[in-house]
């Protein structure tokens, strides 16, 4: 697996976190990037105007996605200005990582 290091592109928020995203190395796609990193992220795709590898480089195409190499910062540059209206957090249970039955515990 490829770890590279996702957030969204929002100049104007004071904290503006990246998540980590594994990709599998038999398949560094743009579109597989693109497809993973707004599943996490909880952002449409249609949306993205494109990818960024900070702090200055455009990825435009699978080759560029095959250098990357693991923790990378890249941030997607979303097209709307209003960049609320894009994404939503997914809920507890969409989660990466979540555990149904974990929750279900009791002390």
Known sequence: ELVL??????????????IEIE?????LTYKELLRVSCRELGVNPEHVQKIRKLPNTMLRKDKDVARLQ?????????????????????????????????????Y
């Open 5 to 18: 290091k996702v957030r969204i592109q929002t100049p104007n928020l004071r904290e503006n976190d990246f």
């Open 70 to 106: 693991d923790f990378q910062e890249l941030e997607l540059v979303l097209t709307v200005s209003d960049k609320n209206l894009l994404f939503r957090v997914p809920t507890l249970s969409e989660q990466s990582g979540y555990n149904m039955k974990a929750s279900e515990l009791t």
């Open 23 to 27: 990709l599998d190395r038999q398949e």
